[in-house]
């Protein structure tokens, strides 16, 4: 295990509780009376057609997004009551994985992983990180962290230069030097190799087996059932919550009826590929989200 200088002062998320959350763009709902309660250190996945609510849950989990109505608890706290200094500190302990990467590409693979501990640190310390790189406590941190990850030696290596697969292990690296409580991972294997795809999912398994809550958006069906849970979403509704074995072939039927790639599952990776030259694109910057704790 790496450990984190965080402060010990910092309060644990704990349970998470949503409760018939609502959210609208427009007049069409992206949530519709959303209601789950998810345990400290479960590990859940969540599945369903493209625009079933899989990314604006986890958009409502880090308050990026108004609701039309419902409410979410963070532990004990109303999480769209947080004062601004609150809100901060959650964010501090949520960690997020995206597809796209959302690395500075032109910054070495060691300072991208260096951004993990961007939210616990002064303004003036994280601009010198950016200038001159991680201080060498930080800098030890990251060294066994890609190492961790199979990318030893890869700090100094301008991130733009590493294959895809490489690029997403930075971002997993940025997790481990962050230790968060939560992590909510938005399709990370869409665009990886089945190489890359297990060396990611061992790695986020050993960040939920050491306490932190995993949360997994994925499209592969063969791989949520990995995960002990697993909810569906349809129009913003869950439509199925429970283990791998009570998602039977009807289920996912009626999960992905009028989805035209039904589900991604089924497909082996030569067929995924042909879907991931479509959408990866691995220097993408930020998209209002960023990917040290989304913000």
Same mark, same amino acid.
């Given at each position: 295990?790496?450990?984190?200088?965080?402060?010990?002062?910092?309060?644990?998320?704990?349970?998470?509780?949503?409760?018939?959350?609502?959210?609208?763009?427009?007049?069409?709902?992206?949530?519709?009376?959303?209601?789950?309660? #998810?345990?400290?250190?479960?590990?859940?996945?969540?599945?369903?057609?493209?625009?079933?609510?899989?990314?604006?849950?986890?958009?409502?989990?880090?308050?990026?997004?108004?609701?039309?109505?419902?409410?979410?608890?963070?532990?004990?706290?109303?999480?769209?009551?947080?004062?601004?200094?609150?809100?901060?500190?959650?964010?501090?302990?949520?960690?997020?994985?995206?597809?796209?990467?959302?690395?500075?590409?032109?910054?070495?693979?060691?300072?991208?992983?260096?951004?993990?501990?961007?939210?616990?640190?002064?303004?003036?310390?994280?601009? +010198?990180?950016?200038?001159?790189?991680?201080?060498?406590?930080?800098?030890? +941190?990251?060294?066994?962290?890609?190492?961790?990850?199979?990318?030893?030696?890869?700090?100094?290596?301008?991130?733009?230069?590493?294959?895809?697969?490489?690029?997403? +292990?930075?971002?997993?690296?940025?997790?481990?030097?962050?230790?968060?409580?939560?992590?909510?991972?938005?399709?990370?294997?869409?665009?990886?190799?089945? #190489?890359?795809?297990? +060396?990611?999912?061992?790695?986020?398994?050993?960040?939920?087996?050491?306490?932190?809550?995993?949360?997994?958006?994925?499209?592969?069906?063969?791989?949520?059932?990995?995960?002990?849970?697993?909810?569906?979403?349809?129009?913003?509704?869950?439509?199925?919550?429970?283990?791998?074995?009570?998602?039977?072939?009807?289920?996912?039927?009626?999960?992905?009826?009028?989805?035209?790639?039904?589900?991604?599952?089924?497909?082996?990776?030569?067929?995924?590929?042909?879907?991931?030259?479509?959408?990866?694109?691995?220097?993408?910057?930020?998209?209002?989200?960023?990917?040290?704790?989304?913000?």
């Amino acid at each position: 295990m790496i450990s984190s200088p965080r402060s010990k002062k910092e309060t644990p998320l704990g349970r998470l509780a949503l409760e018939d959350v609502t959210v609208r763009f427009g007049k069409s709902p992206a949530l519709e009376d959303f209601t789950i309660e #998810v345990e400290p250190g479960e590990r859940l996945a969540v599945i369903g057609a493209s625009g079933a609510g899989k990314s604006t849950l986890f958009r409502v989990l880090t308050r990026s997004v108004a609701l039309a109505k419902g409410h979410i608890a963070v532990g004990e706290r109303d999480l769209y009551a947080l004062s601004k200094k609150e809100l901060k500190g959650v964010r501090r302990r949520i960690g997020t994985i995206y597809q796209a990467y959302n690395l500075v590409p032109q910054l070495p693979a060691g300072v991208n992983a260096a951004l993990g501990e961007v939210g616990g640190m002064s303004s003036l310390k994280t601009l +010198r990180t950016f200038l001159a790189g991680p201080d060498v406590a930080l800098a030890q +941190r990251i060294e066994e962290t890609l190492d961790r990850v199979g990318l030893a030696g890869r700090a100094r290596t301008r991130t733009a230069d590493l294959s895809g697969g490489q690029q997403q +292990r930075v971002a997993v690296a940025r997790l481990l030097v962050q230790r968060p409580d939560l992590i909510l991972a938005d399709e990370p294997f869409a665009a990886v190799d089945p #190489v890359t795809t297990e +060396r990611v999912i061992g790695t986020l398994f050993e960040l939920n087996d050491e306490g932190a809550t995993l949360l997994v958006n994925l499209h592969d069906v063969s791989i949520a059932r990995r995960f002990p849970r697993i909810i569906a979403l349809r129009e913003g509704r869950t439509v199925f919550d429970g283990s791998p074995e009570q998602l039977t072939e009807e289920r996912l039927s009626r999960i992905y009826a009028g989805d035209p790639y039904g589900t991604a599952a089924e497909q082996d990776y030569e067929d995924q590929d042909n879907v991931r030259r479509h959408v990866e694109d691995p220097v993408r910057l930020m998209e209002g989200r960023d990917g040290i704790s989304a913000h």
